[in-house]
């Protein structure tokens, strides 16, 4: 079954940097589309980014200019940069696939998720 693994979240002060990185199993992980979502506490879950299967991104306006996202196919996982951050960045950060995906930001297009990971950044 497809299992998606997010790793990389922690307490950072503002400006500072993380890195997050999903891995997926399961799944021919090119033949996908991956996309980072957030959710602050008594918020939405929010785009953040996305990645077609053919390496075509797309960013939310709130973290353009300061978040990367690439994908590394031979190792199945996306690696989601972010710098510059801001405490209004806190959030647990969730992944998720699409087959075949062309990097939506609507959540209902995304079967598959993982379980998040916490990233809390300090003023």
């Known amino acids: 079954q497809v299992q998606l693994v997010e790793s990389g979240g922690g307490l950072v002060q503002t400006g500072d940097s993380l890195r997050l990185s999903c891995a997926a199993s399961g799944l021919t992980f090119s033949n996908y589309a991956v996309a980072w979502f957030r959710q602050a506490p008594g918020k939405e879950r929010e785009f953040v980014a996305a990645?077609?299967?053919?390496?075509?991104?797309y960013y939310a306006d709130s973290v353009k200019g300061r978040f990367g996202l690439s994908r590394d196919n031979a190792k199945n996982t996306a690696y989601l940069q972010m710098n510059s951050l801001k405490p209004e960045d806190t959030a647990v950060y969730y992944c998720?696939?699409?087959?075949w995906g062309l990097g939506s930001s609507i959540r209902e297009r995304y079967p598959y998720w993982g379980q998040g990971t916490q990233a809390t950044v300090s003023p």
């Open positions: 990645i077609s299967w053919n390496h075509n991104t």
């Open positions: 998720a696939v699409e087959f």
